[in-house]
């Protein structure tokens, strides 16, 4: 049974008995075929579409169904059996549907406040499930691993992507007892043709079969051989389904067909399923090489496979330690980089969105407790109407009701204003999802993910508006139905009241509503406050108004010789565009990162130390430093004297000046890049200020710069090129595409921004955490200010009278104020001292995501205490002055 | 099983959705989604019936014995085990034509009445 069906099949039971048993199966099937067809038409916004009519349609129906059965009954007999439930379910939603009728302003705020807290709910239930915890819908995803490895010599820290040899990869498919399936994939970006316009897409290159590892089949076609993957068969290749969709339209003949990738045909063999994309991927292509002809020095490959059945993940990472001590045995010796180097499995959910999950759970947490607040304002509301209506349920009783049967139907009232409240707050969530996710960065949000309302969402939604119910409705239920039957009909009389006990209950949300609210709102004032720090760090650089793009010259086309002069040409064509202040190409740039090679001084003693020097390593044009804003602190820039013959040089920054030739001046000292024994000696002839080239918030690692012209080791064929506008740089785009396309009408662009995005986006994580807390703590306080207004007016009105004596006794305006203030001022303090505990409690989850700033950071802390004062303070003014204002004379005689 | 033979017009008006449902059984015998399919496909798309809204109508449908289950099967290969098949009774025929013709009466009158604009230009 698919996913969506189970979904609806538990809905299905919002449907009366006899009608479910009868047609269930049907509906259900009926919906299935249904979702099934729109999916395969239409794809994720279809099924949603079926869903939402589904769900209207279920609603409609099951309201109608009910009805018709009490119809049906009312007209057998004139009086329900007493002892079937069903009959007075019904009678007690009906009950209750009427007595809800009666009062549309409770009605009105009780389901606004819970929209407000299920949305929430709902919302971040849906992203955290999309993105953190179920990213992959293929069976058993959590069996699915990718592995880590971190290489001490190197410094790297348990990397998943681009981290293996092939070698590696061959040692963990032959010897492995416990993972099944093991594959490799590199990645890369291919030029695809054959359709109407050619386009760059993200590729991976496969050795082995992730449809077998992900347990999923081919959509069309098959997957690759064992020929294929080694290179011995005619070239093949898969495409996504989402992108055989929008680019071929879902033409089922395409399997078999030739398409071009890199000006190559390609045979192709077959369309992968729709819910397997790896990393984002929507080409693959066999590796085409057989692994043992590649050196174990070359990192490229990330490896996965699926836990063989009944073995657990810890007996897979033992014989994982096992693999990688006997690869350090055999090649450590000379392969520095086995050296101490760990390697471990993860799922894959973890592996590719870990570094979300803290976020995720903060989130989930504050959600969590939005809603507590709003249940906490509710049955505070519903206590104070459960008094009122005491006299009613103690007629009900007197006349024979039982307790249980009245506890069931304020229950039944509450749990019908929940699922109204959850059905409001699910619009809510549907309407915020597109706004929540463009918050993520591109490469989150284009890999693939599934974040919609779906069943599990459903699922979700349902019973914690069901727990709600629960919360909300069980003090007041507990309240009203309490005591004998006689006192409350002759004790209460006319006063409206429900004594001590209910006014403390009532007292009791207040402070845990403020205490809530105070975690949330410090936890909001952390990451602000983190937030405005990364932004405060000096980059190091001029990040505005640059345009960013990336070119990959193919092989096929450029030679290695022809790529250097490519891009300096580029860049004196550009230089003329009217509008551009700078150009420059270079292999990467801050702060993102991500090559990095060994680094070797003259006159050192060869490796002595415990970890190898290493630096990442840039490959630049002319006029690099200049685009991109970097101080030459001393030396001199790149020019046309450093060319493909005359001696290496090469620039590092002040972070690679001090580690490597700590107390001297660089300048002039030779380093040897690469791990080749025979590198050339590049002689220092700059040092540059050091921009955050790993993220804002990491320190700046060592780097060096290679002249374009003179890339050796690590040659690349894919820049960034880098235009610095004197206006808006996405303006001066359609002149930088025309002056490409010039010297290549076919060399395509991607991944097009602008430096000031690229920055926003290394700090999606805190960014986002910070906006969405944001609104949870705004909604928080405002429920607490209204819970606090709430309360204060309760007590001034059911102390009116006492008010009133203290007046005739000579109390001031004033007087009365300040007690009512006090009163208020009481409930906070004892909230807020709560809060404060639970905000240190929590401060540990917090603090992977704040910078700069402690996670018990006693002034944030401090702050946002006193600001939810005030507000409890403000919220209690009116009521306040209210009581100031109540006349004596009226006050003894009403409610005498 | 012949149910007694009743008067159509009592049923009338006939709910919308038994209508398209009836309409869509005159031809053939089809299980609940096809009857979907065909009714969406029949008026373009503007009908959709949701399930719910489908089998609620089927069941008064079975009760006022305008349709009946269908013993009959497809061959087993595309049949699914919780299908069931429909088919319209005779009865359900003239509670169908019944209501068409009481439809024709009030276009004819809206016609009478000049809401749609002459037949013919006077």
């Known amino acids: 049974m698919s996913r969506a069906e189970h979904g609806y099949r538990l809905l299905l039971r919002l449907l009366p008995a006899e009608f479910r048993e009868r047609f269930g199966d049907e509906i259900a099937q009926c919906f299935h075929e249904w979702h099934q067809e729109e999916h395969r038409r239409m794809g994720m916004r279809g099924a949603l579409r079926v869903w939402r009519f589904a769900l209207a349609d279920l609603v409609a129906t099951a309201w109608r169904e009910h009805l018709a059965v009490h119809a049906g009954r009312s007209r057998r007999a004139d009086d329900v059996n007493p002892g079937d439930s069903m009959g007075s379910l019904i009678q007690d939603v009906r009950y209750a549907l009427r007595t809800l009728r009666r009062s549309p302003g409770l009605v009105t705020v009780v389901v606004l406040s819970l929209a407000l807290g299920m949305g929430a709910n709902s919302l971040i239930y849906s992203v955290v499930n999309g993105v953190v915890f179920r990213p992959f819908r293929f069976p058993n995803a959590e069996r699915v691993v990718l592995l880590g490895a971190s290489y001490p010599k190197f410094g790297v820290e348990r990397r998943f992507i681009e981290t293996f040899s092939a070698g590696d990869y061959t040692d963990v498919e032959r010897q492995s007892r416990t993972l099944q399936h093991a594959f490799a994939f590199d990645l890369g970006n291919r030029n695809l043709s054959g359709g109407d316009r050619p386009e760059r897409v993200f590729t991976a290159f496969v050795w082995g079969d992730p449809m077998a590892a992900t347990g999923t089949r081919p959509w069309l076609g098959r997957g690759f051989t064992r020929e294929e993957w080694l290179g011995t068969a005619e070239r093949v290749a898969l495409l996504s389904h989402r992108i055989w969709l929008t680019r071929f339209g879902g033409d089922s003949s395409l399997v078999g067909r030739t398409i071009e990738v890199d000006g190559e045909p390609v045979v192709v063999a077959g369309i992968l399923p729709p819910e397997l994309l790896l990393v984002g991927t929507d080409l693959w292509l066999p590796m085409g090489a057989n692994p043992s002809i590649i050196p174990r020095d070359t990192r490229q490959w990330a490896i996965g496979a699926r836990l063989a059945p009944g073995v657990p993940l810890d007996r897979a990472n033992a014989e994982l330690a096992t693999i990688a001590r006997s690869t350090e045995q055999a090649f450590g010796r000379e392969l520095e980089g086995y050296v101490g180097w760990r390697l471990e499995a993860a799922p894959i959910a973890q592996a590719l969105t870990g570094e979300y999950r803290t976020a995720a759970t903060v989130l989930l947490g504050a959600v969590g407790l939005v809603l507590l607040i709003a249940c906490a304002n509710i049955a505070s509301l519903l206590l104070a109407r459960a008094a009122t209506r005491r006299r009613e349920l103690a007629v009900r009783r007197a006349l024979g009701a039982g307790r249980w049967r009245l506890t069931r139907q304020l229950l039944t009232e509450s749990v019908i204003l929940a699922w109204a409240g959850a059905a409001a707050g699910l619009v809510v969530a549907y309407g915020l999802i597109g706004p929540t996710l463009s918050l993520f960065p591109e490469d989150i949000r284009e890999a693939g993910l599934h974040v919609s309302i779906d069943g599990s969402v459903l699922a979700y939604t349902f019973v914690v508006a069901t727990l709600s119910a629960l919360i909300v409705g069980a003090a007041p239920a507990f309240q009203a139905t309490r005591g004998s039957e006689a006192g409350g009909l002759v004790a209460e009389g006319t006063r409206l009241s429900v004594g001590a006990g209910g006014r403390r209950l009532r007292q009791g949300f207040v402070v845990a509503e403020l205490a809530l609210a105070l975690v949330l709102l410090a936890g909001a004032g952390l990451l602000g406050r983190s937030v405005a720090r990364l932004r405060s760090v000096d980059p190091g650089f001029d990040t505005r108004d640059v345009l960013t793009m990336r070119l990959s010259l193919p092989g096929t086309k450029y030679e290695r010789e022809k790529i250097a002069p490519f891009f300096e040409d580029l860049r004196e064509r550009l230089v003329a565009v009217p509008g551009v202040r700078g150009v420059a190409a270079g292999t990467q740039y801050p702060p993102v990162n991500s090559f990095s090679t060994r680094v070797r001084l003259e006159g050192d003693a060869d490796d002595g130390g415990d970890a190898i020097r290493t630096a990442d390593i840039t490959n630049v044009t002319t006029g690099y430093f200049d685009a991109l804003g970097y101080t030459i602190l001393g030396g001199r820039d790149f020019d046309s004297r450093d060319r493909e013959t005359s001696p290496p040089v090469v620039a590092i920054n002040v972070t690679a000046a001090r580690r490597f030739f700590p107390g001297r001046s660089a300048i002039g000292l030779r380093i040897r890049l690469g791990e080749e024994a025979d590198a050339a000696w590049a002689e220092v002839v700059a040092v540059v200020r050091d921009a955050r080239n790993r993220g804002l918030g990491v320190p700046v690692e060592p780097e060096v710069f290679v002249p374009v012209r003179q890339q050796r080791a690590g040659w690349n064929n894919q820049l960034f090129l880098l235009v610095r506008a004197s206006g808006d740089p996405a303006g001066l785009l359609p002149a930088v595409r025309r002056t490409i396309a010039e010297l290549d009408p076919e060399q395509p662009v991607y991944m097009v921004r602008t430096l000031d995005t690229t920055l926003a986006e290394s700090m999606s994580r805190q960014r986002i955490s910070m906006i969405l807390l944001g609104v949870f703590a705004a909604v928080a306080v405002a429920l607490a200010s209204v819970g606090v207004y709430g309360i204060m007016s309760y007590t001034v009105a059911e102390r009116t009278h006492e008010i009133g004596i203290r007046m005739s006794l000579g109390a001031a305006n004033g007087d009365v104020l300040r007690m009512v203030l006090r009163q208020s001022v009481v409930l906070a303090t004892v909230g807020l001292g709560l809060g404060l505990a639970g905000a240190l409690a929590v401060s540990r989850l917090l603090s992977s995501l704040v910078f700069g700033i402690s996670a018990t950071d006693p002034a944030t802390l401090g702050g946002v205490a006193l600001l939810l004062l005030l507000v409890a303070t403000a919220a209690a003014l009116v009521p306040a002055w209210r009581a100031s204002r109540v006349s004596p004379v009226e006050a003894m005689r009403g409610v005498a | ?122």
């Open chain 2, 1 to 122: 099983m012949p149910r007694p033979p009743r008067d159509p017009a009592r049923l009338l008006p006939l709910p919308s959705a038994e209508l398209h449902i009836l309409l869509a059984l005159l031809d053939a015998e089809r299980h609940g989604y096809a009857i979907k399919q065909e009714v969406a496909e029949r008026t373009a798309g503007q009908v959709q019936l949701g399930p719910g809204t489908l089998y609620g109508a089927i069941k008064r449908m079975l009760a006022s014995g305008t349709i009946e289950e269908s013993g009959r099967r497809p061959a087993a290969a595309e049949d699914d085990e919780r299908r069931r098949y429909y088919r319209i009774t005779p009865f359900g025929r003239a509670v169908a034509a019944a209501e068409v013709r009481r439809l024709e009466q009030l276009v004819a009158l809206a016609r009478r009445k000049r809401l749609l604009g002459r037949l013919r230009p006077a």
